[in-house]
């Protein structure tokens, strides 16, 4: 009879109402300000882990909350101008063209260098998507 483990723990967990991950107390991922996104000092492990980088974050954060609440939206809707919108659905289009160009390549009995430039392609338009998230809200 096999042995059953409890699920092995994620590096990431959700952050409450933010829709973001949220790195766990012990992980080596920096933790991240749940407002401006800037990356938080390492803390001891004693008391609950920061959320905001100061007192400014923590009140724009309230402040958001409550006017969503009176909005009558819920604690996960995200707000983007249209020129980010734009800007987000331009990168998912090129990784799209990208993600097509490899697999065309593979019906195509591709050399090494062949494989390797498409693939460096690829990555290039998956690291644009990757700092979109990562980065710092304007003040």
Do not use: I
Not at 103 to 111: C, I, K, S
């Amino acid at each position: 009879m096999a042995e059953q483990h409890a699920p092995e723990a994620t590096d990431e967990e959700a952050a409450p109402g933010s829709g973001l991950p949220s790195p766990r107390r012990g992980s080596a991922a920096e933790r991240r300000c749940g407002w401006c996104r800037r990356v938080l000092p390492q803390q001891g492990s004693v008391g609950r882990p920061r959320q905001y980088c100061g007192q400014a974050c923590r009140q724009r954060a309230y402040e958001q909350r409550s006017a969503t609440a009176k909005a009558g939206l819920s604690g996960d809707v995200v707000l983007v101008t249209r020129s980010e919108l734009d800007g987000l659905q331009d990168r998912l289009y090129q990784l799209r063209c990208a993600l097509e160009d490899v697999q065309t390549l593979l019906a195509e009995r591709p050399t090494k260098a062949e494989l390797e430039r498409s693939l460096a392609e690829l990555l290039h338009s998956t690291g644009r998507l990757d700092r979109l998230w990562v980065s710092e809200r304007a003040g």
